[in-house]
């Protein structure tokens, strides 16, 4: 069974950076896609950020200039770089992993705050 574990989250304030992180607990093989999708209270998950295997990366454009979505394939990890944090990107941030063959994998979510 895939697990994906999300870490990095927390409360920072406005300006700040935060990274995200999210391993799987095991080797996920044939992937077709990663990412980060983020919930705030009374709204829809949204994309974020997603990087394909060939290394093509996509931004919401909430967020294009700010974060940086990236992947470490040796360490089955892939991160989120969050600069100029902003109150409005509080949410509860998930990472997504689908194969080629369609399989979907999501982690539990990690909560990101940003307030003065």
């Known amino acids: 069974q895939v697990q994906l574990v999300e870490s990095g989250g927390g409360l920072v304030q406005p300006g700040e950076s935060l990274r995200l992180s999210c391993a799987a607990s095991t080797i996920i093989f044939n992937i077709d896609r990663r990412a980060w999708y983020r919930q705030a209270p009374g709204k829809q998950r949204e994309l974020v950020a997603h990087?394909?295997?060939?290394?093509?990366?996509n931004y919401a454009d909430s967020v294009k200039g700010r974060f940086t979505i990236s992947r470490d394939n040796a360490r089955n990890t892939v991160y989120l770089q969050m600069n100029s944090l902003k109150p409005e990107d509080t949410a509860v941030y998930y990472c997504?992993?689908?194969?080629?063959?369609?399989?979907?994998?999501w982690g539990q979510g990690t909560q990101v705050t940003v307030s003065s």
């Open positions: 990087i394909t295997y060939g290394g093509a990366t």
């Open positions: 997504y992993t689908r194969t080629y063959r369609g399989y979907e994998y």
